[in-house]
């Protein structure tokens, strides 16, 4: 499912979300009976970092007022960013560097990492109702998300720092097993939790 202009949904509606992005179920009640659906989903959505869309823009000046910004991010809640496992910002892109003629990774040795990680995955939760790292509750992630020493001082002092939540803790645990598989290694690095962290910009920019 992909939401555009993520901050323009009802927020209510925003956060219906939460449940089944978290069990990949939704229930629906009424006075006598409950009813349970399946609605395992990725949700990918779309926001602009201001009302006007130019914060942050080098090259045009953001015509928005502090308490704009801050009314405009809260229709987004902390219980439901929790829930997302990545949330990135994407700078503007130049005409300088659309036209630069440079030499990209081809799409055939991305999908081929890809391919490699899940096939790692599917291994991992043989015999197991799991087919992705995305979903592993808390025992599995004990068992498959062990850190060092350097890498858990690294994530510990990203916690306190930012003051993520334990559901934020294992998502960026399960984001940087991802990380790992993909490069093919068997233990979680220092590497992959600082790639992992800087996928949560949002949560930082909760405390900023």
């Known amino acids: 499912m992909i ?5 323009e949904f009802k927020r209510n ?3 219906s979300l939460r449940q089944p ?3 990949g179920d939704v229930m629906i009640s009424r006075v006598n009976h ?3 659906f399946p609605a395992r989903f990725m949700l990918v959505a779309a926001m602009n970092p201001c009302p006007c869309g130019y914060f942050a823009d080098t090259r045009r000046s953001c015509t928005c007022s502090g308490s704009q910004i801050h009314k405009y991010r809260s229709r987004i809640s902390g219980p439901l960013l929790d829930r997302m496992d990545i949330h990135i910002e994407v700078p503007p892109v130049t005409i300088r560097e659309l036209s630069l003629d440079r030499e990209e990774e081809s799409s055939v040795l991305i999908r081929e990492r890809v391919v490699n990680a899940r096939r790692i995955q599917a291994e991992r939760f043989k015999g197991k109702k799991i087919y992705a790292n995305s979903q592993m509750p808390t025992r599995i992630i004990k068992k498959h998300c062990g850190l060092g020493e350097d890498a858990h001082n690294l994530l510990e002092k990203a916690i306190e720092k930012f ?3 334990p559901r934020a803790y294992h998502r960026i645990l399960k984001v940087a097993r991802t990380i790992a598989d993909i490069e093919g290694l068997e233990h979680i690095e ?18 900023s």
Request: glycine share 2%; charged share 30%.
């Open 190 to 207: 220092e590497p992959h939790v600082a790639e992992a962290l800087q996928y949560r910009v949002l949560d930082k920019r909760l405390v």
């Open 21 to 23: 992005l978290e069990d």
């Open 3 to 7: 939401l555009d202009e993520f901050p």
């Open 163 to 165: 003051g993520l939540s």
């Open 34 to 36: 409950a009813i349970t």
């Open 13 to 15: 509606a925003l956060d």
